[in-house]
């Protein structure tokens, strides 16, 4: 039986009282513990102690962690904090939101122990619990996703050689969106495969308000830096979903086409206009709420946020389109020892456009 490879644990924190319950799931998990836990608090003008509770909740594991502090420049600077003190082969990264399950040590080190050399990255298994009795709401199906989601550092183990030919996360990145399929695509592009593992850590929905959708919208910004650093093609190789974006265009251009024509006093043309918003904006608002639990707080949430999404998805798509003009990919060193494994896919073949 193979030694289960020395790994640390690199989790970044805004002080939430859920880093406690992720502490405390790790410390029970069974099997070979990380070497060191990282704890990143990246809240700006942070104390320099975290609630007790939180440290304490690593039982046995406590003379292990060391807390760092990043500044509140994001997740993707406080996993760099993290991840470039360690000296451990392996670096996990967790969120502060997820639990690790009871075998989730032993599993990892058996994820971890059996891949080939050219192996960078193995992921772990995300199970997103949904409540039951009811169908889910909008935010708990968009959560849901995750358990889908290709290299998401919910859970995320590196090689520290492939994070450092790689270039680290990129700090243009300045929210928990992209960030990690950004580090992929640049993680592959060095010459490293990444694989999933069969290591499951739970994923809670947090509480969320009923204007949620509004500031998620941000994120289309960033869907632009990753064009820009990556061409137009990076959904397919992230095996990312690709969203409603043009159809978003559509909705917004009709609006804005029917104020116009009614301010140019032309009725018809005006009425065409708003016929194709309101069809586009039903559209989107029905498919949000069919699959739901259909309250009345719910459809209300939805019907709302369905005409604000579409012109703000817009907004921040063109914002971060003219903000990272002229933007150029981190540079990506070759790293992955030969030979390259013949099977490797073609989806993950080819340098960062």
């Known amino acids: 039986m193979s030694t289960a490879p020395t790994y640390a644990v690199v989790i970044p924190t805004i002080g939430r009282p859920c880093l406690g319950d992720c502490l405390a799931a790790l410390a029970r998990s069974a099997g070979p513990g990380p070497y060191e836990v990282v704890v990143v608090d990246d809240r700006p003008g942070s104390p320099d102690v975290l609630p007790p509770l939180s440290l304490e909740a690593l039982g046995e594991l406590r003379g292990r962690a060391r807390l ?54 193995v992921q772990g298994v995300l199970d997103v619990p949904l409540p039951a009795g009811r169908r889910p709401t909008d935010w708990e199906r968009g959560t ?15 090689r520290k050689a492939a994070l450092a030919g790689a270039g680290g996360f990129d700090e243009r990145f300045p929210r928990a969106f992209r960030e990690d399929a950004d580090l992929a695509l640049r993680v592959m592009a060095a010459g490293w495969l990444l694989e999933r593992g069969t290591r499951v850590t739970r994923h809670p929905v947090r509480p969320a308000g009923p204007w949620v959708s509004l ?33 978003h265009a559509a909705v917004t251009a009709a609006g804005a086409a029917a104020a116009a024509f009614t301010l140019a006093r032309r009725p018809r043309t005006s009425t065409a206009a708003a016929l194709v918003w309101a069809v586009g904006t039903t559209e989107f608002a029905w498919a949000r709420i069919a699959p739901g639990p259909r309250t009345p707080r719910e459809v209300v949430a939805m019907a709302a946020t369905s005409v604000a999404v579409p012109p703000l998805a817009v907004w921040h798509r063109l914002r971060g389109a003219w903000r990272h003009r002229g933007q150029q990919p981190l540079p990506v060193e070759p790293s992955a020892p030969a030979p390259v494994c013949p099977e490797r896919p073609a989806a993950q073949k080819g340098p960062v456009a």
């Open 215 to 247: 500031r998620q919208q941000a994120g289309n910004a960033d869907d632009a830096l990753m064009v820009r650093l990556h061409g137009r093609d990076w959904w397919q190789r992230a095996e990312a979903p690709r969203g409603r974006l043009r159809r």
């Open 68 to 121: 760092l502090r990043s500044g509140g420049r994001g997740p993707a600077a406080a996993r760099n904090t993290g991840w470039r003190t360690v000296s451990a082969p392996w670096v996990v990264f967790l969120d502060d939101d997820v639990r690790v399950t009871p075998a989730w040590r032993e599993r990892l080190g058996a994820d971890l122990s059996g891949v080939p050399p050219w192996v960078g990255g």
């Open 144 to 158: 849901a996703g995750l358990a889908g989601a290709r290299w998401a550092t919910a859970d995320m183990a590196y």
